[in-house]
């Protein structure tokens, strides 16, 4: 049985103050000073998140690329300019540093939270939706894991473009990817076992997300909302995978393992619902859902074990970890620059 698709995460954009690029003798002296300026300022709207995400990634981009034109020696930075970027997540924290290598990075950061605004703001109820979702998360991950890649030779930064929250936001775009590939699974009605596969890895990627989210330096970093968030995610993929995988038993007979595989699956979301505080509404009710549809079959399949079968129940710690399948990738840093989606400014 389907479900609506449920909402999906999006990262803010870093503020960034004024830089005086006339400080630097090779912005100055570029023939195209004039544009690189006007670039920079308009990148340094106060709020950029109220202007549409598409929009934005194409001043975005057109920054950069002018950055690149302009600085062919990054060796040769005049230290006298500093750029200054907030954390995207605690806008109260910021770094200043005389660092080219450090805009571009926050930059690419900003490309990235575009993509993930763009992909979370998409209609996921039509193919077509969904795959341009899944494309755009991919775009995201693979912007924060170059994030992460650019600041490894800076010596401090904001924690939001650290190593480990680079990492974690790569992980949660993939695991937002993966799910919707599950979700293009399901509508095209694939088996149980491949839906179940799809399941595990989206699973196993929020996972990997929210351990890092509760681990220093990230934790207390995030808002509650995103953990949990997070975490019920973790949960509900979990239980989507041993739900389809269930399926799948019931039909090969193999009641008994198709009960305990239900059952590990309603504890992950009974454990998750008790202690993930403050996620959307629609999770909740997406888990709720679930959770009594994977109640029904297990009481047809106990009364069926007990009436006709009687095999024995294994242990949750004796079942093998269910197989997973990841059908996504955080995309190149040369296509998430594609000069082409300069010029893409309809927001979806």
């Known amino acids: 049985m389907s479900r609506p698709p449920s909402p ?11 830089a005086e690029l006339f400080r630097d003798h090779h912005f100055f002296g570029a023939a195209s000073f004039s544009d690189i300026r006007d670039a920079r300022a308009a990148v340094a709207v106060p709020n950029p998140q109220a202007q549409p995400p598409a929009s934005r990634r194409a001043l975005l981009l057109r920054y950069h690329r002018l ?13 006298t300019l500093s750029f200054t970027w907030n954390d995207a997540f605690r806008p109260h924290l910021k770094h200043a540093a005389a660092s080219l290598r450090f805009e571009k990075a926050a930059l690419v950061f900003n490309v990235g939270a575009a993509a993930s605004r763009i992909a979370a703001a998409v209609s996921r109820a039509t193919e077509e939706g969904v795959r341009a979702a899944c494309g755009e998360f991919q775009r995201a991950a693979g912007a924060f894991r170059a994030v992460g890649e650019m600041m490894e030779e800076e010596e401090v930064t904001t924690v939001d473009m650290s190593s480990q929250a680079s990492a974690m936001l790569e992980r949660l775009m993939l695991a937002q ?15 149980p076992p491949v839906c179940s596969k799809v399941a595990r890895q989206a699973a196993l990627y929020y996972e990997e997300a929210y351990a890092a989210l509760v681990a220093p330096p ?16 973790a949960a509900l993929f979990n239980a989507e995978a041993c739900y389809r995988y269930s399926i799948e038993l019931h039909g090969k007979t193999e009641i008994g393992e198709e009960i305990s595989r239900l059952q590990v699956g309603i504890k992950a979301l009974v454990d998750a619902k008790r202690t993930a505080r403050g996620a959307p509404g629609p999770l909740y009710d ?10 029904k079959s297990m009481e047809t399949a106990k ?10 129940i294994p242990a949750a710690e004796s079942l093998a970890s269910l197989p997973a399948a990841s059908l996504v990738r955080s995309a190149s840093l040369s296509e998430i620059l594609d000069p082409k989606t300069e010029y893409s400014t309809q927001s979806p």
Request: charged content about 30%; aromatic content about 14%.
């Open 67 to 79: 950055l690149f034109s302009a600085r062919d020696d990054p060796c040769a930075f005049d230290e």
């Open 177 to 191: 990817a993966q799910e919707c590939c599950f979700e293009r699974a399901l509508a095209a009605g694939k088996s």
């Open 286 to 295: 997406y888990a709720f859902r679930l959770e009594r549809d994977m109640n």
């Open 218 to 233: 990230l934790q207390n970093h995030f808002e509650r909302s995103w953990v949990s968030h997070i975490q019920l995610k």
């Open 8 to 18: 999906m995460l999006s990262v803010p954009e870093k503020k960034t103050a004024a």
């Open 303 to 312: 009364e069926e074990n007990y009436r006709v079968y009687l095999f024995r």
